[in-house]
């Protein structure tokens, strides 16, 4: 599934993504060896038959080398709202620390909106999603892969949604136009 909204800013300017949702066998064979891959065979081996982990359980830091543990965060998903979904250990690499915040605090409404519809289908599914993402925002240009992956708590209601991400590309325009970039 490819979605390609585009929004302009109050600026004036404009920010435009890709978001392509890919199959879980194409993360299975590119991404083995990161965190991404990492974190999809931990889950798979927590989960109980074709139900997502118990969150009390599953704790992935435990398990993962502490390299990979700098690209993983999660969200609470207890809200009915996905706008209200809140963000935990998230550092910030294009967006700025946003751990503690709401999701209708993300500042770029284009991001916000395709977050709150991914989150919310990953948990009304119970299945984790693996999708690639080519955006513009704020100035910022970058290429990256992400992971959700939920978990439940005793009750069998998904709580938390882990997320991991791998950048593939970053650019930076600051205000006077000068860029900053770099590929990993």
């Not at 998903?77 to 503690?100: C, D, R, W, Y």
């Not at 500042?107 to 693996?130: D, G, N, V, W």
């Not at 209601?157 to 325009?173: D, P, V």
Request: contains cysteine; proline residues 7%.
């Amino acid at each position: 599934m490819r979605d390609r909204p585009a929004y302009t800013t109050e600026d004036g300017s404009l920010d435009e993504q890709t978001r392509i949702l890919h199959p879980l066998d194409l993360l299975a064979e590119r991404e083995s060896e990161t965190a991404l891959g990492h974190l999809f065979q931990y889950w798979r081996r927590r989960c109980d038959g074709d139900r997502p982990p118990l969150e009390d359980t599953f704790n992935p830091r435990e398990v993962l080398p502490p390299e990979l543990n700098l690209q993983l965060w999660w969200i609470d998903v207890t809200p009915e709202n996905p706008l209200n979904f809140v963000l935990q250990g998230h550092k910030g690499i294009a967006i700025s620390n946003m751990s503690g915040k709401r999701l209708r605090e993300v500042p770029y409404k284009i991001h916000m909106t395709a977050c709150a519809a991914e989150y919310l289908r990953c948990k009304s599914f119970l299945q984790p999603m693996y999708h690639e993402i080519d955006q513009n925002i704020g100035g910022i240009s970058r290429q990256y892969v992400g992971l959700l992956v939920p978990v439940k708590n005793r009750k069998g209601r998904i709580t938390k949604l882990y997320n991991a991400g791998r950048l593939i590309f970053l650019e930076r325009s600051d205000r006077f136009g000068l860029r900053e970039s770099g590929r990993r």
